[in-house]
């Protein structure tokens, strides 16, 4: 599967964005997808995932109480929802999937996701 991440932006502080991450080739609908974040000489930090159908949505501290996690009904979306944007959440969004048994949740660490698609770029403003 081929994944690209997209709705990206420049956003003022306290606004909002929604993240889109679609899926090509096949659908998502057996994969957990994940939501990482890198920040210009900062190592690349999860930011959320959701589990294969849906059930399961995790949302890092750092965005957590902020950001919603969800899929589309075409099953070749899923979508990061960002509210009370920080300057601090400027970053290169990426969304990635790994196919996992049902009953694992998804994981929070890069390496063990292995689709990744290019990156969306948000930036906030003070």
């Known amino acids: 599967v081929q994944l690209q991440a997209s709705g990206g932006g420049l956003v003022q502080a306290g606004g909002s964005l929604r993240l889109s991450c679609v899926a090509s080739?096949?659908?998502?609908?057996?994969?957990?997808v994940g939501w990482f974040r890198q920040a210009p000489g900062k190592e690349r930090e999860f930011v959320g995932f959701i589990n294969w159908d849906g059930s399961v949505t995790r949302c890092a501290d750092s965005v957590k109480g902020r950001s919603t996690i969800s899929r589309g009904t075409a099953e070749k979306m899923v979508y990061l929802q960002m509210n009370s944007l920080k300057p601090e959440d400027t970053a290169v969004y990426y969304c990635a999937g790994d196919v996992r048994s049902p009953g694992l949740l998804p994981s929070v660490f890069d390496y063990e996701y292995t689709y990744w698609g290019q990156g969306t770029q948000v930036t906030v403003s003070s």
């Open positions: 080739g096949r659908t998502l609908s057996r994969y957990a």
